[in-house]
């Protein structure tokens, strides 16, 4: 019987290649990073006080626009607001129109890489003119914003001669020496003025106030005031500030420093608009008031320094992402697998840097630009590799097809031995080959592994209804040893040796018996024959040719190509078997003119002897092949 050890489970599991990653989005960063270029920049001392400082209008609020269409609305923003009233739209449509730029330039970079080229090679289009349209808005944004400073700065001038000039009337009320009521109208009005003027110059405002200050408490404690009104305007004063005190309080509870040290600049303003309240309040409320303003500065700058110190941190952390992903731009990986691995620790890096926040603005740009051309470089080579591998993946396709076309064909086999054998060497050539395209993989592996289980079933379902044919002809041929040794001989040898014959033919026509009962059978089965034989005093060469002539019988059948092939056979036998014979009669000669060769000239005439016996009944099987007398 077959054996049957081999397997459907011959692989340990189905073959896996990894289609490429993809990298981590970086189109914000670069887009901030386009947006922030210098020329798009505001001065930072222009000293314009943006009626939008606090609100921002959103990229997003325009995402529905194209490019031009971005630049059309910029357009009319220009000419319909006012500068101070346009940063945040301003910074909105610049910040939306790089993220539209960044990403078609992405796509065309990506288009640019999957035909083969390197993404640092990768040149944009030539510009279509539309950001250097942005650019030119913007530089007319900026002067805009330019001749508003001017005249805002002009503006100071003209304010700072007209607070000076009521800073000496205010000087010239203090020497009146008429009616109280009229000098304290004018006083109200000299106030009322001055609160009504805008800025003047920052270095010159904490100058003019001090004088403006001091000249107003000097009003009130040189002039005979009526004591009444005097206490009425200084409570009144009183409350106005302490109010702000309070305001001034509350923002130190603000998580917001930046807003509420631009809320506290306000409050400032307003301190010094209100006028003098009692002497003996005058300092513990600025006491109270300029502590609360040192702890918002001092938070306010502690804000920036940890900012700062931040910012420092942060750069320290991508120059060391930027060196482990030059790291990798090593020796490139020359296997798939190592590939993978490296690329799954790039993404890493390029997560991990997504995570961290922004570098000091002068190096934030250097910086990120390093860490790209790494990352575009791993990418390049990876891409190089791949496409190397992209013919060798479809030359194994190929190969592993023509393996499964083969075990298609072999499925059907009912060669059960010789089609095993076949199958597991596909299996084994089917391991060696490498891997394919990732979109056919497991469609070729199914149709391979198909064939192979079809064959493998039907084996299985041949051998399990062969199983029992075998097991009844275990127990034809006991049976048939059995009835051979009881076998009676008669007188007739003819007889005999015709029962002999019946035996044998029956043996040989019950077939396969269990592998383990092979042996024990043959053995018992020829010892049953031969023991016959002797019985009945069957010479060795009568039983060989009977045996020969049962087995030619059963096996041939008159096939002529396999009786020629027999003939063929003891052909050369009987060939061999001559020159035997003519070896050890020369060698007679030799050994008889040496001494004491007796023993040994006997064994070869013995040997000769058995020969020409052998060559009889050759002669003799092939008398009867010749007369197809099987």
């Not at 400032?268 to 003996?280: K, L």
């Amino acid at each position: 019987m077959e054996s049957q050890e081999v397997h459907n489970e011959y692989f340990e599991g189905k073959e896996a290649d990894h289609p490429l990653q993809e990298m981590v989005d970086f189109s914000e960063e670069e887009t901030q990073l386009a947006a922030s270029a210098e020329e798009l920049q505001l001065d930072e001392h222009e000293g314009i006080d943006d009626a939008d400082a606090e609100l921002s209008t959103p990229a997003a609020s325009y995402e529905g626009l194209n490019r031009p269409e971005l630049l059309d609305v910029l357009a009319k923003l220009l000419d319909e607001k006012p500068a101070q009233d346009l940063k945040g739209e301003v910074e909105a449509i610049k910040v939306a129109f790089y993220k539209k730029l960044t990403l078609e330039q992405e796509l065309l970079r990506r288009e640019h890489t999957e035909q083969g080229g390197s993404a640092d090679d990768f040149v944009p289009p030539s510009d279509d003119g539309l950001e250097a349209r942005l650019k030119e808005l913007f530089a007319r944004y900026k002067k805009m914003r330019a001749d508003l400073a001017a005249r805002m700065e002009q503006e100071r001038e003209s304010n700072l001669a007209k607070k000076l000039a009521i800073i000496e009337e205010l000087k010239h009320l203090l020497e009146r020496q008429d009616d109280f009521n009229a000098v304290f109208s004018d006083f109200k009005q000299l106030q009322s003025r001055w609160r009504a003027i805008g800025a003047v110059p920052q270095p010159k405002q904490k100058e003019i106030w001090d004088v403006y200050n001091y000249n107003v408490e000097k009003f009130y404690d040189v002039v005979k005031i009526n004591k009444e009104l005097r206490e009425l305007d200084f409570k009144k004063n009183f409350e106005l500030k302490q109010l702000l005190c309070e305001k001034t309080e509350e923002l130190l509870l603000r998580d917001d420093v930046v807003k509420a040290f631009r809320e506290l600049q306000k409050y400032h303003e307003q301190w010094r608009d209100i006028g003098p309240v009692a002497a003996e309040f005058r300092e513990p409320l600025w006491e109270r008031f300029k502590n609360a303003t040192s702890q918002i500065n001092k938070k306010h700058t502690d804000y920036f320094e940890q900012l700062k110190v931040e910012q420092q941190n942060n750069f320290q952390l991508k120059q060391a992402l930027c060196e482990k992903a030059e790291e990798l731009l090593v020796a490139p990986p020359t296997q798939m697998k190592e590939w993978n691995e490296k690329t799954q620790l790039l993404l890493d890096l390029q997560k991990m840097w997504k995570t961290i926040g922004a570098a000091p603005r002068k190096e934030s740009s250097k910086i990120f630009h390093r860490f790209r051309v790494a990352c575009n470089a791993f990418f390049d080579n990876r891409r190089t590799f791949f496409s190397e591998q992209k013919a060798e993946l479809h030359h194994n396709l190929q190969q592993k097809l023509e393996l499964c076309a083969q075990a298609e064909l072999l499925s059907e086999s009912n060669d059960w031995k010789k089609t095993t054998d076949e199958l597991v060497n596909l299996q084994t050539q089917w391991k060696k080959i490498g891997a394919v395209p990732h979109k056919q993989s497991e469609v070729v592996w199914r149709r391979f592994r198909t064939a192979c289980n079809k064959f493998f079933d039907r084996k299985k379902e041949h051998f399990a209804t062969q199983d029992a044919r075998y097991d009844e002809n275990l127990k034809k041929k006991d049976a048939l040893i059995e009835e051979i040794k009881s076998f009676a001989a008669t007188d007739n040898p003819a007889d005999n040796l015709s029962a002999i014959k019946d035996f044998q033919h029956r043996w040989t026509e019950i077939g396969y018996v269990p592998m383990k009962h092979k042996e024990r059978l043959q053995k018992s089965y020829r010892a049953a024959i031969d023991a016959l034989f002797d019985a009945l005093h069957v010479s060795a060469a009568d039983r060989q040719l009977i045996d020969f002539k049962t087995r030619m019988a059963s096996s041939v059948k008159g096939d002529k190509a396999q009786i020629s092939h027999e003939r063929e056979k003891l052909q050369q036998h009987l060939r061999h078997l001559e020159n035997d014979i003519q070896l050890w009669e020369n060698n007679i000669g030799f050994f008889a003119r040496s001494k004491n060769a007796e023993k040994l000239v006997q064994e070869v005439k013995n040997n000769i002897e058995k020969a020409r016996r052998d060559v009889a009944v050759v002669m003799q099987k092939i008398k009867l092949l010749d007369g197809n007398k099987i």
